[in-house]
């Protein structure tokens, strides 16, 4: 492999941002260091030294190295992808293994890659059969490689999932404590857990890392999906020879999920590790969203196979812009911030009232918002007439008007309106008052009523038609 040099002088003068107010991009993952927060997570553009020095040229902060271990081999046509409203690859669907390359191969690389550039994040994504001795042996040879850590796939839902190893040892808290503990006892560098969102509950294998002695968690991994059926063959779509399967799927559509999965082991008092978050991310906005529900670096995958290693000087730019715009040094100020935000619903406040309003204006009288609130919510919309000159000539159109005095609020108008701006939710209650379902239950005689909710409805001016 041709010798390169880190080009790091480059990167460091554009994360400083403004001279008035330093941005500090840097991370420190459980001792494990980086220049930013962007890693490229476990998978196809981390396959090799080629791709990972080229994506650490671009600017990246780390990469987890594609998953290295048991013997595999691949098939053909292993991607299938969502596509919508002409946007390509909503979503990616997969049927890739691990690594088809030997771990020999694979270490020897990842030793080169580390020693040209020793102020990235290298680290390695393990998976090996369930016997201590496996895993003690391939810990140690990933050890000697120099990386800086260790990240265990506990998520893959697919190929391997089926010879008991990825989302098979994931979805067991017992097996996830227990790999955990034989790799925990026989590395010295910090040991990631990564997991699969393929449960009922992500908190269960969270807290088992953590028993397992797991340094950091890492989520969330592909989600179990059969991406489509060809409507004129009747095969499954990606097929291979006729046949196909269940595969691991991710992309922008997968985000809210991680969002959700990322923010309850952030909140959990029986892990407080730090996260390494995923899923969805493929700009500096969905990476912030991430780090603010307490994320302290940031995975991204499909992005790149989308467009590319270059997507990374985005992501830096827009983050630093916003961490200038907004007053924050660094990312320590931003982690978490959105956390105090989350509740269940029983806490939230009953008598927060906010009304769609539309700005007639901006209003192109396509009748989205009309349709949408009709058939599918709360028919609080009149089209009403409105005169509107059009080339000497006196035009009636088809004005949308919410009768606010119905509207509930449910905000679907909002959402399927095609003009930004044009639509508005507007809160209308004097925000004084407040009470939560919580609260109204230690009120109100039980077993509650529906005659009960409707007084306290009726006294609050809420009416349900």
């Known amino acids: 492999m041709m010798e390169s040099r880190p080009r790091t002088g ?50 990246w902060g780390g990469a987890v190295w594609k998953t290295i271990g048991e013997p595999v081999m691949n098939v053909v ?10 946007q390509k690859i909503l979503g990616i669907n997969n049927i890739e293994l691990i690594s088809d390359r030997s771990v020999d191969v694979n270490l020897k690389e990842i030793a080169e890659t580390k020693r040209l550039w020793p102020d990235r994040a290298v680290i390695v994504s393990l998976m090996v059969e369930s016997k201590r001795e496996t895993w003690h042996d391939i810990v140690q040879r990933t050890i000697d490689t120099g990386c800086d850590a260790i990240e265990l796939n506990y998520g893959c839902p697919h190929g391997m999932s089926e010879r008991g190893m990825g989302a098979a040892v994931g979805q067991v808290p017992e097996y996830c404590t227990m790999i955990t503990e034989w790799v925990t006892e026989a590395s010295t560098i910090p040991v990631l857990v990564k997991l699969t969102p393929n449960v009922a509950d992500i908190r269960y294998p969270g807290r088992a890392a953590k028993k397992g002695g797991a340094d950091g968690i890492s989520l969330i991994n592909t989600i179990n999906t059969i991406m489509g059926v060809d409507l004129d063959t009747l095969e499954l779509k990606p097929s291979i020879d006729g046949k196909g399967g269940h595969g691991g799927y991710a992309g922008p559509a997968v985000k809210p999920i991680a969002l959700n999965m990322v923010s309850q082991l952030a909140v959990d008092s029986e892990i407080g590790l730090p996260i390494s978050a995923m899923g969805g991310v493929s700009t500096w906005r969905d990476a912030l969203e991430f780090i603010l529900l307490g994320a302290t670096s940031i995975q991204v995958c499909t992005a790149v196979m989308h467009y590319g290693f270059r997507i990374i000087d985005d992501m830096m730019e827009g983050m630093t812009n916003w961490m200038e715009e907004k007053g924050y040094s660094n990312l320590n100020e931003v982690r978490g911030k959105s956390l ?10 009953l008598l927060y009232k906010a009304v769609a309003r539309i700005d007639e204006s901006k209003c192109i009288q396509c009748n989205l918002c009309t349709i949408a609130c009709d058939d599918g919510a709360h028919q609080c919309i009149d ?45 209308v209650d004097n925000g004084k008052e407040t009470i939560s379902w919580n609260e109204l239950m230690r009120q109100l005689p039980q077993p509650v009523t529906w005659e009960a909710l409707r007084q306290f409805q009726h006294k609050h001016g809420i009416e349900i038609h």
């Open 10 to 59: 480059s990167i460091i003068s554009f994360l400083v941002g403004r001279e008035d107010l330093m941005v500090d991009l840097s991370i420190d993952f459980a001792g494990i260091r980086s220049p930013n927060p962007f890693w490229l997570a476990s998978a196809p553009p981390t396959n090799s030294s080629y791709q990972v020095c080229k994506a650490f040229e671009h600017g």
């Open 340 to 349: 105090k935000c989350i509740t269940d619903f029983g806490s939230l406040n």
């Open 77 to 86: 046509n292993r991607y299938g992808a969502v596509d919508y409203n002409g």
């Open 383 to 427: 089209v009403l007439p409105k005169p509107k000159e059009v080339n000497g000539s006196v035009l009636n159109l088809n004005q949308p008007q919410v009768r606010e005095e119905d509207c509930v609020g449910c905000r679907l108008c909002f959402l399927v309106c095609p003009v930004d701006g044009c639509i508005s939710m507007v809160r």
